[in-house]
Structures are given as structure tokens and as C-alpha cells.
């Protein structure tokens, strides 16, 4: 073992960064205080695209990232549980809506082409004589629709009809074209019944139904493995709890725990906050305890 002089040479290794670590914050109030970090960063002049949001599960990302669309309504979210009717990638008119939701332009063209692709492999599939439909047709079709409606599924509903008599392709006498519709919008009522319980009122409005699929912007929430080999200037993490980060089912978890901690710390550019909320449930009596490795860090952490 040789000792080894390291020294940081980056190009922010001289910038005043923050770094923080919350083990106060209430679990019940741990979306107040996301949002509170994300409207500093913001002041402080960081681009939403800069922002990352970071915890463990999908099951508290999308919970959260409801959460924060309806406490920020300003701002734009790129994260999951945030898709308000039926997300069925294999139903054939989730493919349709694809298309419908997504406007023309130069930047979606090679991703709309193969949406497109799709929906016409599909329709072959279905029995449709498709030799003279080709995938430019079909979105030149899908652009030329004028619907004026506000109310997302009532604009879906009406699209696919209006799209489907200019294909001339009528759908009751192709299996299981039906029936898939009938689906799509029974499960996408049930979908928007439950976010809109949750306090996402707006959710039904088309204008949120074309931010699913446009490009990505805005802030990033993430699962810490899903944001590997990213960078942001403003990193977030939640849920640094023991039995999350590790996962209660990891052998070595103290190893596992490193290296995760060592991913999410390293995604950031500038600033660091670390937050693990006290009095999350874990069972039926118990509550989870801050993740043992980052407890027993010895660092003098910022305050904000």
C-alpha cells in the first residue's frame, strides 16, 4: 500500500458547494421540505434541468412526484406516477395516444416515426389491409385532427373516432380493437379517479396529457440506480433509511448501502442535500431508522 496524494481537478472543484444532511424532518412533512430545497435551488438560479430529485423506491417516487407536480404546478416534472389515463405500453390505443398527444415537430419525428411503426404492425395484426398506410400517412392524419375539447379522455375518446374515419378502417369489425378501447378507458377513469383523490385536480386536463410525452425537461425524480451516469447541479435524496438504502434483503448491507450512497453523492455537481424523515412507518409498530452508514459519517454538513 502506497500512500496516494489525490487532488481535484474538476471544473467546479473550486465552487462553494452545499452539503446537508436533514434527520429531523418528519416523514408526514418530508414533501414540504423537498419542495422548500427545490425553491431555494431555483432562487439560487439553477435550471429545473439541474435539479434531480432522488429516493429509493418507485412506490415513494410516485407517490412524491404527484405530490410535488401539485405543490409546484409551475413547474414541469420528469419522474414516474405522473401519467394520468390507462399506462398499458402493450394496449393498442395507448400507442395511438402516443401519437395523439405528441405535437409535429423536428426533434420527435424519428420517435413519433416509430410509434407510428407500431400502430400499423398492430393494425396488420388485427386483420387491417394496411399496404397503402405507411407511418408518414399516419401522422400526417394524426396532425391534421382539430378537437376542441379540455377534458383528456373525452379528447382521446373523440380523436380515435375522428382518426379512424379518415383511415376508413372501422373498428367494430376488427378484434380486439373494442374491446382494448374499452379497457384503455375503463382503467384510465379508474387512474385519474385515484390522482384526483390525491389532490391532483388537474390531473384530467388535456394540457397535462400532452406533458407525458413530450420531450424530457424540467426536474428529474429518480430511483438512485436509475439515475447512474447522469449529472445534475442540485441533488435531493429522501428515504436514506435503514432497510431502503440497502434494501432490507441485501446480504452485505453495509457494502450495498456504500455503493449506493456513493452513486446518488457523486451525481451531483455543485450541491449535495441529504434527507432521511423521521417516523416513516415500518411494519405494523415499528418506524425505520437512518441508514446506519450515513449516520455514522463524520462530516460537518452545511446548514440552509
Known sequence: MHATSIKSAGKHAAFPSL????QEVAHSDVHDELVRLIQLSLAAGNSPENICVLGPWWILLASTTRKLVTMLPDQQFDGPGLVPFSNDPDNFWFKVSKILLTESSPNLLARRMRWANDVIKDLDDFGVDTTRLTPRMLLRECNALEIDESDGLRYLNQAFTDLFERLNIPQESFLPLPSLREAFFRSSAARIERLQSAGASYINQVSFFKKVFRERTGITVSTIHGVKGAEFDVVIAFGLLEGMVPHFNEANGHVAASKLLYVLSSRARKHLH?????????GRYG??????SLAA????????
Open 19 to 22: 452539503v446537508t444532511y436533514n
Open 274 to 282: 441529504l434527507i432521511s424523515e423521521t417516523g416513516r412507518p415500518r
Open 287 to 292: 418506524v425505520y431508522s437512518p441508514t446506519e
Open 297 to 304: 459519517c463524520h462530516f460537518i454538513y452545511d446548514s440552509n
